[in-house]
Each structure stands twice: as C-alpha cells, then as structure tokens.
C-alpha cells in the first residue's frame, strides 16, 4: 500500500554537501518526495522534536546536535513508505548499517547519522506537523487527478 513516511537530513550531511545525492538516493528507489523544506532548528525545536528520547543519555547531544546548523525536511510517499525507508536508512549506528544504505555512506556516527527516519505512521505524521503545513504537501497521484476533473 502507498503512504508516507518523514525524514530529515541532518546538520553534518546537510553541511557537507551531501543533501542532493541523498535525495537521488531516496527518488532512486522509488519514493515521491510530496514536501520538501530546508531551515534550522532552534534549540526548543529540537527538544520537542525528540521528546521521547528525554532523559536517555544521548537527549542532550542529539539536541545540541540537531540544532547547530540548517535540516532538511521531508514527507516522502511510497509502497510500505515507513518500513521500506527504514531498510534504505539503515541502522542507527552508521558502523553497522549495511552497505547501499543511506547511513553506511553519509553517517558518521550514533549521533550524526545523516538521516532521521519516523518508526511508525502515526509517529510520522505527528512529527511531519512540526515541519510543514497542510498546503505545503502535495496531494497524492489519485486526488490530483480527480481535482482536475
Ligand atoms: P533518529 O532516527 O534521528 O532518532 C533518534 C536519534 O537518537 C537517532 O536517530 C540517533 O541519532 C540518536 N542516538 C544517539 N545515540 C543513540 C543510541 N545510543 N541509541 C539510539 N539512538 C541514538
């Protein structure tokens, strides 16, 4: 089933000039990019964008992190969109993502990992909400044909 799933390239592969080439990467393999936005996180928008991870040993870095330069956002749609980008994406630790994944390539390390991928469909959607607005997403494929009539 086609959905959509979020992601963001984050401040190190942004600042290395790497953005373009990933999203080769993810058109590549057959995703729609349906919103795309460049622009920095403040401090606070870091911390509410990682809630969940408050209080885990790694919160106060990944904010830090996530905070000192320009991301990139964006709403991707595809076949089994969240899972399918999560096997692109590779895993968390760049050292251990396989070879042909976004991580393997770009990522450093645990923290500075390139990518950003959401876990689930209702995680990506709430997290797509604090990029971007209803009007900056394009429709999917059926609705705009049916908008044209
Ligand atoms: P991301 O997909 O952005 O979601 C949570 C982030 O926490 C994760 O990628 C990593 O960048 C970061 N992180 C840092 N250290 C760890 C760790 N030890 N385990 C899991 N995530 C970590």
């Known amino acids: 089933m086609s959905n959509r799933t979020f992601t963001m390239i984050k401040p190190e592969a942004v600042r290395a000039g790497a953005t373009a080439e990933i999203l080769k990467m993810i058109t590549d393999n057959g995703f729609r990019i349906v919103a795309l936005r460049m622009h920095h996180l403040s401090r606070n928008d870091a911390m509410r964008f990682y809630a969940v991870h408050k209080g885990k040993p790694f919160y106060e870095k990944l904010v830090e992190y996530m905070s000192s330069g320009p991301i990139v956002a964006a709403i991707l749609e595809g076949e089994n969109a969240v899972a ?66």
């Open 84 to 149: 399918s980008y999560r096997c692109l994406v590779g895993a968390t630790n760049p050292a251990n993502a396989e070879e042909g994944t976004i991580r393997h390539r770009f990522g450093t390390d645990n923290t500075m990992n390139a990518v950003h991928a959401s876990d689930s469909d209702e995680n990506a959607r709430i997290e797509w909400q604090q990029h971007f607005v209803e009007t900056d997403i394009m429709l999917s494929k059926g609705a705009e044909l049916s908008k044209k009539g």
